[in-house]
């Protein structure tokens, strides 16, 4: 995520080890006066997914992989940095089983898997990226994007919607181009505000995420007032608009496959995210990501 590698890994680093010995590495949960998340009529963010198409392939012997950090598995292996071998969509790590070696097995991932992802990407690098995945000729594609356009300083710097939509778009409309009989599945975007009430009675993270992570949901992760309650509220929306446009430009696609909002309504505790920013999933998080991918993409 863009919260400056270089410039914050020292500290990080103090802040992990003083925080450490201050909250005595206590597990992250919600504290008393929890902030509920608003409550919304049913979306395509959580709704269950469509039926599968006849022409969808559920053995498919290529995958290419695009989107941000989650992708990268940034921050599941060392401090800020790249861990693409844990992977959950192309990982090599038995660990975490991702979806590349469910669907290719362990001989076959390196031949016929390609992580074009990129930490820090927004919905608007995504139409490059998925240049680059169809000249692979990939079977599927798998698409997790738009943390990053949400994840900014202040709500006031995320992607519109509109935007986010042309961009989305016109990424499919690219793949279609160079790999009309490509695959995709499209994961949703998790909920921000479920991971803000997961953590913010911790000490060890709040002390990494005054650093500048997620600043537009994660600021001041103590301050229940209506100020900072209404920012919070204003970054979920967008997040719920986000997988709104990608479930409907994703039906439009008879070979596109949106997960059904499972990504977005999956808990995600301290367990199964990144000890290092409390922020991108771990190795094990990256494991249930494999996890959900798979029963959506292998579902008949």
Known sequence: MPYGRHRIRTAVVGAVLAAAALAGC?????GPGSEAAPARKPSPSTAPAPAPTSRWDVSPASVAA????V????????????????????????AVNSLALRLLGAGRVAGNSWNLARTGARVAALP????RAAAERPELVTVMIGANDACRPTPAGMTPVADFRRSFEAALTRLRKDAPEAQVYVASVPDLHRLWDTGRANPLVRRVWELGVCGSMLADPEDLGATAKERRTAVRDRVVAYNEVLAEVCAADELCRYDGGAVFGFRFDASLLSTWDWFHPSRDGQARLAE?????ITRK
Do not use: H, K
């Open 26 to 30: 206590t597990s992250a949960s919600p």
């Open 71 to 94: 992708t990268r598995a940034f921050d599941a292996c060392s401090l800020l940095a790249d861990c693409p071998e844990a992977s959950w969509a192309t990982g090599t790590d038995p």
């Open 128 to 131: 490059e990226q998925m240049a």
């Open 66 to 69: 695009v989107g941000d950090s």
């Open 292 to 296: 959900l991918a798979y029963r959506r």
